[in-house]
């Protein structure tokens, strides 16, 4: 009856070492930083600034946020930000007339210039507000872009 | 399975200047309802939430994006202390699990 032979062994040293190997591909994954959730889902800007606890964040000229005057199509919009503040460690960005303003979290760690480029949806003609902190600060920069198609779908 | 991850790195000085396309419909679920003229939740959602980017198995980028962030993404990041023959990986997740990864080996 339940006599195991060697190929029922061979399958179950199989099984663990497949099982290994999935903890070993998953491990990585559970590592990753934990979602702002409450600050991903407002859907009013200010609430969303205050999630990140951004709420006292000092405008200034020291965020480079190229962002298109008019963009042809809000389905994709151009983005780029490059922080000169030392000590960069996140940076947010937000886009005011989004059904959640919240778009991106890039936390930045050793060995990454403070620099990302990224495409993004517009809901409608609205300020992009970059938040960046550095040195345990909150600065921000805003620019005003007029998408000429409307709609956010898809 | 979503397409794979492209990814082009080019040098400049120490400095890998890395840009990624990330094959995923970026599905916001929103459509315009005929009736209302109004932007309504019609189909699920479905898009990345967390990427990760590493040097040489170094994490060095962790984001979290919403579903406002362009279909098929692209990103650019620009990583310093690089040189020819290191590794830069990239790997995703989606709000149903589903995830993809590429690593890179610098010319």
């Given amino acids: ?15 663990r070492g497949v099982l290994a190997v999935m903890v070993a591909v998953l491990a990585p994954l559970k590592a990753w ?3 702002n959730n409450v600050a991903f889902d407002t859907k009013l800007l200010e609430e969303g600034i205050a999630a990140i606890g951004a709420d006292g964040a ?21 983005l780029e930000i490059q922080s000169l503040l030392p000590q960069t460690a996140t940076i947010w960005l937000f886009a005011e007339k989004n059904p959640q303003p919240l778009v991106a979290q890039f936390d930045l760690l050793p060995g990454l210039e403070p620099y990302v480029a990224v495409r993004i949806k517009m809901a409608d003609s609205a300020f992009l507000r970059v938040v960046v902190k550095a040195a345990d600060r909150f600065y921000f920069v805003r620019r005003e872009t007029k998408v000429t198609i409307g709609g956010c779908a898809g | 399975m979503a397409d794979p991850i492209r990814m082009r790195i080019t040098l400049d000085g120490d400095i890998a200047i890395v840009k990624v396309l990330m094959p995923h419909p970026m599905e916001t679920g929103l459509r315009k ?6 932007m309504i939740e019609t189909v699920p959602r479905h898009f990345i939430e967390h990427v990760v980017a590493t040097h040489n198995g170094r994490t060095v980028l962790d984001a979290q994006w919403s579903r406002s962030v362009s279909k098929n993404p692209f990103l650019e990041f620009r990583v310093r202390g690089a040189k020819s023959g290191d590794t830069i990986g990239v790997s995703w997740q989606d709000n149903r699990g589903e995830s993809n990864a590429l690593e890179t080996v610098i010319k």
């Fill in chain 1, 1 to 15: 009856m339940n006599i195991r032979t060697p190929i029922d062994r061979a399958r179950r040293s199989l099984v």
């Fill in chain 1, 33 to 35: 930083a934990a979602r």
């Fill in chain 1, 58 to 78: 000092i405008e200034t000229d020291r965020i480079v946020f190229k962002a298109p005057d008019i963009a042809e199509n809000s389905a994709i919009v151009h």
């Fill in chain 2, 33 to 38: 309802d005929p009736k209302s003229d109004e």
